[in-house]
């Protein structure tokens, strides 16, 4: 499969890049070069072989959910920079 330079042209435009002459041309080669080499996986016999998702075995990185004391509102308050009525206070920011 060949990309033309009105592929990249069109890749670039909603990429908003702005591209040279030379780099039209450098991307069209790479990218047509890139699929080329894609097309080459298509002749592979996959027969047989059972699809996958991961290359490992997944674990579950997730610990059991248990109640435990977290940080009391004065501790959790302490380091703000500003706090009012038991909040931390932030800037108004209207643009």
């Known amino acids: 499969m060949a990309i033309t330079k009105k592929d990249v042209l069109h890749v670039a435009d909603l990429a908003r890049l702005e591209l040279t002459e ?3 041309d450098l991307y069209t ?3 047509t070069r890139i ?6 996986l298509s002749e592979l016999d996959t027969k047989g072989i059972e699809p996958t998702t991961y290359t490992v075995p997944l674990k579950t990185a997730m610990r059991e959910d248990k109640a435990r004391p977290s940080l009391s509102h004065e501790d959790a308050l302490s380091n703000a920079p500003e706090a ?3 909040c931390f206070k932030v800037p108004k920011i209207i643009e």
């Open 22 to 24: 030379e780099e039209k």
């Open 29 to 31: 080669d790479q990218l």
């Open 35 to 40: 699929l080329n080499y894609v097309e080459k």
């Open 84 to 86: 009012e009525r038991g």
